[in-house]
Structure formats: C-alpha cells, structure tokens
C-alpha cells in the first residue's frame, strides 16, 4: 500500500468536503486501492467548452486534483504538503455528455517529487479520453 493512511470513499468526501474548484465542476472521489486513487467528472455546462465537448482544461483539472490529492495521501500532512509541478495531457477522444472517471497511479513516489500516471475515460463505455502525467513537489512544512 501507497498510502500514509487508507481512508474509506466516505473518508476522502468529508476530507475534501470544501470549496475549491474540482468541487465546483463536480469532481468526487469514488474509489481508494491499495496503489490508485479513482473520481469521477460530469460532462455538463461546467466542464464543456463553447462546441458542446468536454473541454481540455477540465480534464486536466481532474487530472490534477487526482494526482495531487493522491500525493497528499502519502505523505504525513503534519510533516509534509504537496503542490503541482507539471502536468501534460493528450486529449484522445471527445464527449458531450455523461461522466468521465479518472485514475490516477504512481510512476514515481520519492522523497521530493511524485509523479502519477492519471488515465481518464468514459464512465459508461470505459473508452479512453485522455492520458495525463503529474509530476508533483513534496515540500516540508517549517
């Protein structure tokens, strides 16, 4: 196991339970494994760009909020905390509509950075949407 601590799917709801923008477009967690980290996205007004298509940016913002929250998962957060270094996405296949799921697994957890391998697809086929890398900074608190 990956993690600092397992937390239950209804654990990692109340812990990230305010406001922030993977809330505002939706994003919840719903699945924690031994080595990933699951949450879904709807594909609605939110997350749509001007065509009707899931926009770029709000894969990456999923994306993101996996990877990062991920990180922040193994580390000791009286210790430590995590911030977004890089990230990447190939954009694969379009969507207007339903919800995408993303998973996110390491490819790399050191001492100072992580980097997560987040894999987005259509939650009703399971076709691939978009690959995205995270690489994130794990920094000491002082």
């Not at 298509?53 to 009286?78: I, K, M, N, Q």
């Not at 911030?83 to 996110?104: Q, R, T, W, Y």
């Not at 992580?114 to 000491?140: M, N, P, Q, Y």
Request: glycine share 10%; with cysteine.
């Amino acid at each position: 196991m990956i993690w600092f601590k397992k937390f239950t799917v209804e654990e990692l709801k109340q812990d990230v339970n305010h406001a922030h923008m993977g809330t505002f477009l939706g994003i919840e967690m719903v699945e924690m494994g031994d080595s990933h980290l699951k949450g879904r996205m709807p594909v609605d007004d939110r997350t749509k760009q001007p065509m009707g298509l899931l926009h770029g940016g709000a894969s990456c913002v999923l994306a993101e909020t996996l990877g990062s929250y991920a990180s922040f998962l193994c580390v000791d957060r009286t210790k430590q905390r995590t911030v977004g270094l890089e990230i990447n996405a190939n954009h694969i296949k379009s969507m207007k509509d339903g919800f995408v799921v993303g998973e996110a697994r390491p490819i790399h957890l050191g001492k100072k950075t992580h980097i997560w391998d987040i894999r987005i697809s259509d939650e009703a086929t399971g076709a691939l949407v978009c690959v995205s890398r995270l690489t994130v900074a794990v920094l000491d608190i002082n």
